[in-house]
């Protein structure tokens, strides 16, 4: 079982719908979930950063963690065309260098 | 003011050649890594130093060089490439290794390395 799994997509969803985006791990040390957005031949920029379990807001971007089931979530309301990219997620654990990436999901907003 | 940059964008080269990509970041970080990003979009972790020392080496193969002239750059070195290095290689840093808030890391460009 690879240590972060991530259905690659594409996820197609017309304009203005709600997108879930998901991410599967197995490390229970993992206490940093980040999701990172990347657009075509661009580097990931980080969008949402949360920290242990719970919910994080951020204007149309919500990111949820649930630790006891090994499970986060990126949800994005009313989508638009400028949302389509790639979603990486990304987890870190206290005293380890390094992220763990997800394969990222793409998303298409169509117009 | 670009924060992580590299240079080359594109580098198209024959087989067995050496090839440099240059990364450098100009946001006072200790941490620069290295990424490979292969054709299915997996972002796979190279090497990381942190202030000028490496404190990460995945497998990687020995042809792969990184060096560290200070802690703004961070370079990598590509000896007698091959037709599976081809991939997009990301230069990131962070403030600093342990993981907490201030361990975001911030992606330079991309490299596309196509070896021919």
């Known amino acids: 079982q690879k240590e972060v799994e991530q259905d690659p997509g594409p996820l197609s969803v017309p304009e203005g719908a709600i997108v879930s985006l998901n991410c599967t791990y197995s490390n229970s040390a993992f206490q940093y979930f980040m999701w990172y957005r990347q657009y075509s031949r661009k580097g990931p920029e980080l969008l949402m950063y949360?920290?242990?379990?719970g919910n994080k807001e951020d204007g149309r971007f919500t990111a949820q963690v649930d630790k006891s089931s090994k499970y986060i979530s990126l949800f994005i309301r009313d989508s638009q065309p400028s949302d389509s990219a790639t979603y990486l997620c990304a987890m870190g654990a206290r005293g380890y260098s390094t992220l763990t990436f997800g394969k990222g999901t793409m998303l298409l907003v169509s117009p | 003011d670009t924060a992580v940059s590299q240079t080359p964008k594109y580098l198209v080269t024959q087989m067995g050649n050496d090839k440099s990509i240059k990364c450098e970041q100009n946001?006072?970080?200790?941490?620069m890594y290295w990424y490979k990003q292969d054709s299915k979009k997996f972002l796979k972790i190279m090497f990381s130093?942190?202030?000028?020392?490496?404190?990460i080496n995945e497998t990687v193969p020995n042809r792969f060089s990184p060096k560290s002239p200070d802690k703004a750059h961070l370079n990598l070195h590509i000896n007698s490439l091959e037709l599976g290095d081809s991939a997009v290689y990301f230069c990131?840093?962070?403030?600093?290794?342990?993981?907490?808030?201030?361990?975001?890391?911030?992606f330079g460009p991309g490299t596309r390395l196509t070896v021919l």
């Open positions: 946001l006072g970080h200790d941490t």
């Open positions: 949360t920290y242990s379990s």
């Open positions: 130093y942190n202030n000028k020392e490496l404190i």
């Open positions: 990131a840093s962070s403030r600093r290794t342990t993981g907490d808030s201030q361990d975001t890391q911030y």
